[in-house]
């Protein structure tokens, strides 16, 4: 998909490049879906055909029924939606329980909500950044409303045992909502979720070769009957989301995930092996620590160089045309919160690194980020 064969670009956990034949898909529907799904003449038929020819696609993906997937404009609106609109249906308890390294948008809700009275608790990541999710499973109990854990992290590449979780959270207590941030796992991992017990997921285009401004949430039936969104204006969306829907947009979406859900397997085998050149040649740096645990997810490796802070390794590689990143793209440079809450040490904290490889990335990439990496590790200590 890359156009500059002197680019190495190793941030697709932040956003991917849009494919070519995704565009193509939306530029088409642009002008030969031009008319609003909601209107009752043919044009707007064939709208609201094309939309859920999309939504359908889209679920099987997930394996949910067509009806439990809703377009929206990003994986953030989505886990807002979902959460606040969740906690709004559940008067018998106040408790809300969440893993401790979540995206800002579940921690920053969970936040508000706890400013408005619901006692929500964050438990904490392990030290090696691996979350068992037992600890919630031991906090549940009558008065929990919501679980929200997400499926892989999108700063060390962790991979939390959702299904589990969803499931025994199910035997404490049937009425709890649980809710997974699955944006950094769909496409990545396989995904059912017709029967897993979890009630909503939330995923993004623009990790997935798709355009920023659209995504998707499934709510489960049970749970879309009971919900209060937070948003008012309309019927879109089963009335749960308002707007009149970016077809254009949904259809690319659509288009980005049928072409990537075949080759899940043979993907990530590639991926892997670029995931471990890459950490043999960071053997050789002796100071450098892995902050990603053993069985994260291949698209993501996370270290600590701990000599180099990292907005100065980040200048003198994208000097080079390596782009990597330090923490979440959402973070705007601050410090990486998922490190903070596996306990990292200052120095650690302020020089980690975040590498994220998309099927598109070669050995020619690593190799690039390895050299000028080294460079950098020579020239720049002090500095």
């Known amino acids: 998909m890359r156009t500059d064969p002197t680019l190495h670009y190793l941030d697709n956990a932040a956003t991917t490049m849009v494919d070519p034949a995704v565009a193509e898909v939306i530029h088409d529907a642009m002008l030969r879906h031009w008319a609003n799904p909601s209107s009752l003449y043919p044009p707007g038929a064939e709208s609201e055909a094309a939309l859920s020819r999309a939504r359908a696609a889209l679920a099987r993906t997930l394996g949910c029924k067509s009806r439990e997937f809703y377009f929206t404009s990003c994986g953030s609106e989505g886990n807002n939606l979902a959460l606040l609109g969740a906690a709004r249906t559940r008067t018998f308890g106040k408790k809300i329980l969440c893993s401790g390294f979540e995206h800002p948008s579940v921690r920053r809700p969970l936040e508000a909500l706890a400013d408005a009275g619901w006692q929500v608790e964050f438990l904490p990541p392990a030290a090696d950044g691996s979350f068992d999710v037992a600890q919630l499973l031991d906090r549940v109990d009558r008065s929990t409303v919501l679980v929200a854990c997400m499926m892989v992290n999108n700063e060390t590449g962790a991979r939390c045992d959702v299904e589990r979780l969803a499931r025994e959270v199910k035997g404490l207590n049937s009425r709890a909502v649980v809710h997974v941030d699955g944006v950094q796992a769909w496409m990545r991992l396989p995904v059912r979720l017709e029967g897993s017990g979890i009630d909503s997921f939330t995923v993004s285009g623009h990790k997935i070769h798709a355009p920023k401004g659209v995504g998707g949430l499934y709510l489960n039936d049970k749970l879309a009957q009971s919900f209060r969104p937070p948003y008012l204006g309309g019927e879109q969306e089963r009335g749960l989301r308002p707007g009149t829907e970016n077809l254009p947009y949904a ?34 740096f002796p100071t450098v620590e892995l902050n990603s645990p053993a069985d994260a997810v291949p698209e993501i490796l996370n270290f600590s160089e701990n000599k180099v802070r990292s907005e100065t390794m980040l200048a003198w590689l994208a000097g080079a045309k390596v782009y990597v990143s330090s923490a979440s793209a959402c973070g705007r440079g601050e410090p990486s919160h998922t490190l903070q809450a596996m306990r990292r040490p200052p120095k650690a904290v302020d020089t980690a690194i975040r590498v994220s490889f998309c099927a598109d990335n070669t050995e020619e990439d690593v190799d690039a980020f390895l050299e000028r990496f080294e460079a950098g590790m020579k020239q720049l200590q002090g500095v």
């Open 251 to 284: 259809l690319g979406l659509a288009a980005a995930a049928q072409k990537l859900a075949p080759g899940l397997t043979e993907r990530t085998a590639r991926i892997r092996a670029l995931n471990e050149r890459l950490r043999a040649g960071l053997a050789a």
